[in-house]
């Protein structure tokens, strides 16, 4: 299916214990972003990367690590979780910067609890 | 650096009515993308809206449309004959229209629509 599709929906996961999310996109966009969702705090970047091998840190990005060795692949890694990173995580595309074309398309979102 | 604000956490209309979603924002970028995205209670999140700075008219996309006020740097979204489907968390964000930026989201307002 086209898309971009995240992977698992649902995770609960110890405190210490790594952990990694997957992101896939079929529209070889250049961009990708993974963004943490909270009550109060709305949507925060975590990292992006605007190509493959290509990334950068955005608001918050202590704790995660990220990889992106195929344009289609974003996978994000929490080393060692912690109950502060118990969030929705989303994964977004998008085709460019500039314009209309920075619209970004999310993944069904992850919901991460560390206990 | 960037920042979006939106000021109402939550919001209440009767069916039929319109209502205005507030959004501002703070740049020193000239040219940069104004968006509005919903997320219903399933947690997706939809793209609503997109208004270039340079766009000289307001953006409209059936009953959605965005009052954009640059002097002011606002970036309102009205939606006209409110639905119960409407009942949403609706996020304003910006994109700076440049290589390697990425969306940032303000912190979400919550739209109840009631019969």
């Known amino acids: 299916d086209a898309g971009i599709t995240q992977s698992p929906r649902y995770k609960i996961t110890e405190t210490g214990r790594q952990v990694t999310l997957m992101c896939h996109q079929t529209w070889s966009h250049s961009y990708m972003f993974w963004y943490r969702q909270d009550l109060g705090h709305g949507l925060r970047l975590i990292y992006y990367?605007?190509?493959?091998?290509?990334?950068d840190k955005g608001e918050v990005p202590d704790g995660y690590v990220v990889s992106r060795s195929k344009t289609e692949n974003f996978p994000l890694t929490l080393e060692s979780a912690t109950r502060s990173q118990t969030s929705v995580y989303f994964c977004a595309s998008s085709e460019s910067s500039g314009g209309a074309n920075t619209e970004a398309f999310f993944g069904q979102g992850t919901r991460l609890t560390v206990v | 650096a960037q920042k979006i604000t939106q000021t109402q956490p939550g919001m209440f209309v009767q069916e039929k009515e319109a209502v205005t979603l507030d959004c501002t924002y703070d740049t020193s970028d000239q040219s940069y993308g104004l968006f509005w995205y919903k997320q219903p209670s399933s947690g997706e999140m939809i793209f609503l809206i997109y208004q270039g700075s340079y766009d000289e008219q307001n953006a409209t996309e059936g009953r959605y449309s965005l009052n954009f006020q640059k002097a002011r740097k606002s970036a309102n979204l009205v939606i006209s004959a409110s639905q119960l489907g409407d009942s949403a968390m609706y996020f304003c964000a910006m994109g700076a229209n440049q290589a390697g930026t990425a969306l940032i989201f303000g912190k979400g307002t919550t739209l109840s629509v009631s019969s």
């Open positions: 990367s605007a190509a493959a091998d290509i990334t």
